[in-house]
C-alpha cells in the first residue's frame, strides 16, 4: 500500500514538474539570453528517474 502512494506521489509530482518546465519556457529563454541558464532539466530527470526507479521495485 505504501508504494502505490510513494508511485503516486512521484507520478505526481514528475507530472507537476513537466508542466512547471512548460511554464517557465518563455523565461527560461529569455534568460538563457542574458547568460543565465535554468536547470530545470535537472528537477523533470530526476524525478523522472526516481519515478522509473519506484516502478521497477
Same mark, same amino acid.
Given at each position: 500500500?505504501? *508504494? =502505490?502512494?510513494? =508511485? &503516486?506521489?512521484?507520478? &505526481? ?5 513537466? &508542466?512547471? %518546465?512548460? !511554464? ?10 542574458? %547568460? ?7 528537477? !523533470? *530527470? %530526476?524525478? %523522472?528517474? =526516481?519515478?522509473?526507479? &519506484?516502478?521497477? =521495485?
Amino acid at each position: 500500500m505504501i *508504494d =502505490r502512494v510513494h =508511485r &503516486a506521489t512521484l507520478f &505526481a509530482l514528475y507530472q507537476l514538474s513537466i &508542466a512547471l %518546465g512548460i !511554464v517557465m519556457l518563455p523565461i527560461a529563454l529569455v534568460t538563457n539570453r542574458v %547568460g543565465l541558464p535554468l536547470p530545470v532539466h535537472r528537477l !523533470v *530527470d %530526476g524525478l %523522472g528517474s =526516481r519515478y522509473e526507479a &519506484a516502478c521497477a =521495485r
